[in-house]
């Protein structure tokens, strides 16, 4: 092997290589990133036509599985602004952006929420999922919009007199989410799911929620949930499980058979939006869209 | 170049060698797997320094992961030792018990708690501009590239000054001891680097490009040369073409940069496998010619 020329060859390659970069584009508008489609929707409600708002996670992506492309560094780079859930939903992630705020303007929406309304799962661990609680989120939501209309003064009676308005929205959503689910006769409400996303769902709307995994979506289930589920729902002789769009169903496709086993006819009550939502463009690819789904899709199947 | 590229390729370039030059003793040592294998024994370490501190912050995870990787490596140096085990058949008897043990852990004590490698130790290669330190007002580079550049110099130096021992512990471990070699401890010394690099590069760009990048370029570099020496400068040539090639790449595919910079150094193997096939026929590709024996000590 002669040296010389893998060192040529070395110097042309980075040469090659540092030539391939893009020249910068000037930006006009405020630009916000957000970590997950929520948050996402949220701050366009706040900002309007004002901001233009990138959401990192896509429609159906786990927030626990996500992975960054190279791209992604460019638009946190680029963005004026970033936003995103907090109590380590992002993974470590979060601990980056927690650093990163010492250089710009980063906000988590966890923040606008009081401490002791969140749900607890360690000493010090706090369930993430903030928001299947509509006024629990509307929290977050005017924390977000506080900060915003801090970060941009130039349009903080826009973003503060959108933000009146979408209030009233979630409002009238919460309220639409409690009358639906009283149709249902309280010993049949419980949702069964394959991921435990809707704590505070169930603690918000009086329903009681069981789910065969933990919270991560790594961590595996046990062969005495499953039993303990299927026993759960035989003796309350509940209509319908449900699945989640952003999980795979093979768990809940367990308790099925071992609850069919026992003589006990539950169905697959459909599929719940838990950590991201719809497709853009649909009804559900919206905050207010996906909750009004999953509503829908809960009354249908245990009334 | 922005200074970000420069960062993240920086970073990455540094690992890919320090992994690749580890890589080839492991190679040669039949202990190619161990970086996988330590990607998984962590999680006991991860759980348990969870459980004492109530936190998930980095550097707690770092230090129960480190202490966890290096006692991972030093089991599997026992194991295969005293108990004479075949090399690949003590880390999976290692590692497997202590990702059960950290599942386990887990199940029964946190169960409904986010606690995973994938999401409290492993780095984004993304995100390392976004850590970087400051000096006054001048963005400096992340605190893991400083990491990254003093593990590559600690390799590098331990390499160069004990070519020779590595070279003799690794291929013939019993003319090592006939010459008064304590091959044990050389062999010690050598995991407890790659355990360390290891665990400390997971922290900073996660575990596919550390797991890969121990395995594929000297794997590829090991086709191409019979001599210990051309074969180290070759895979860390390999680990940084592949390195800075799978940067561009996952930029202009807009994509995973660790899954891209894996697939460029996997190019480059299957370049080398066909390179190796049709210029150099002489050797041709057989059992007795596949082993540690292609490769003399020079």
Redo the contacts between chains.
């Keep these: 092997?002669k040296w010389p020329k893998?060192f040529i060859w070395?110097s042309v390659?980075?040469a090659f290589?540092?030539a391939?970069?893009q020249a910068q584009e000037k930006k006009e508008r405020l630009m916000v990133v957000c970590t997950t489609g929520m948050l996402a929707d949220a701050v366009q409600q706040i900002t309007g036509p004002d901001a233009e708002v990138i959401a990192l996670m896509g429609p159906g992506v786990d927030p626990?599985?996500y992975?960054?492309?190279?791209?992604?560094?460019q638009k946190?780079?680029d963005a004026d602004i970033i936003v995103y859930n907090g109590l380590?939903l992002e993974?470590?992630?979060s601990?980056?952006?927690e650093?990163?705020s010492a250089?710009k303007t980063v906000i988590a929406a966890s923040d606008g929420i009081d401490p002791s309304s969140l749900r607890m799962?360690?000493?010090?661990?706090s369930?993430?999922h903030i928001w299947f609680d509509v006024k629990l989120w509307s929290k977050a939501v005017a924390h977000l919009a506080k900060q915003l209309s801090q970060a941009d003064t130039l349009h903080r009676a826009d973003y503060l007199q959108r933000h009146q308005m979408y209030q009233r929205e979630l409002l009238a959503l919460d309220s639409l989410v409690r009358t639906s689910l009283s149709a249902i006769p309280p010993p049949q409400r419980v949702l069964i799911t394959a991921h435990?996303a809707f704590g505070y769902f169930g603690a918000a709307y009086q329903m009681e929620v069981r789910g065969l995994q933990?919270?991560?979506t790594?961590?595996?289930y046990?062969l005495n949930d499953v039993t303990t589920l299927v026993d759960f729902i035989v003796e309350r002789k509940i209509n319908a499980i449900f699945t989640e769009t952003s999980v795979s169903d093979k768990s809940i496709q367990a308790v099925l058979q071992g609850c069919n086993s026992k003589g006990h006819q539950v169905k697959l009550g459909g599929s719940l939006y838990s950590d991201a939502m719809g497709a853009t463009g649909t009804p559900e690819g919206t905050y207010s869209g996906m909750v009004k789904k999953n509503v829908e899709t809960i009354v249908n199947a245990l009334l | 170049m922005h200074f970000s590229d420069f960062i993240i390729v920086f970073t990455a370039s540094c690992i890919a060698i320090t992994c690749a030059l580890l890589g080839c003793f492991l190679v040669l040592r039949k202990m190619a797997m161990m970086g996988d294998a330590i990607s998984h024994s962590v999680l006991p370490g991860i759980a348990i320094a969870y459980l004492l501190s109530n936190s998930r912050d980095s550097w707690v995870m770092l230090l129960g992961a480190t202490a966890f990787g290096i006692l991972t490596t030093l089991l599997i140096e026992q194991v295969h030792q005293r108990m004479r085990v075949q090399e690949d058949a003590s880390i999976g008897l290692v590692f497997t018990a202590f990702f059960s043990i950290g599942v386990i852990i887990i199940s029964a004590y946190a169960e409904n708690i986010d606690l995973d490698q994938e999401c409290v130790l492993y780095g984004e290669m993304v995100h390392l501009p976004l850590q970087s330190l400051y000096w006054g007002k001048q963005a400096i580079g992340p605190m893991a590239m400083y990491n990254a550049v003093v593990m590559l110099l600690l390799v590098l130096t331990a390499i160069v000054l004990a070519f020779r021992r590595l070279q003799v512990c690794t291929f013939d471990p019993g003319f090592a001891v006939s010459l008064g070699i304590s091959v044990s401890v050389w062999h010690y010394l050598l995991m407890s680097l790659v355990s360390f690099t290891t665990v400390v590069s997971f922290e900073a760009v996660g575990a596919i490009l550390v797991v890969a990048f121990l395995v594929v370029p000297s794997s590829a570099a090991f086709l191409l040369t019979q001599r210990l020496s051309h074969m180290l400068v070759l895979a860390a040539l390999i680990a940084l073409f592949s390195a800075v090639g799978g940067y561009y790449l996952a930029y202009w595919l807009d994509a995973s940069i660790a899954g891209c910079m894996t697939c460029v150094a996997g190019l480059f193997f299957l370049v080398a496998f066909l390179s190796q096939r049709l210029l150099n026929k002489t050797i041709p590709l057989t059992k007795e010619n596949t082993g540690t024996k292609a490769i003399g000590i020079n």
């Design positions: 092997m893998i070395c390659w980075l290589m540092s391939c970069t626990h599985l992975k960054a492309t190279q791209g992604d560094l946190l780079q380590h993974g470590k992630m601990e980056v952006l650093a990163l250089h799962l360690g000493a010090k661990v369930d993430p435990d933990g919270l991560s790594v961590s595996d046990g």
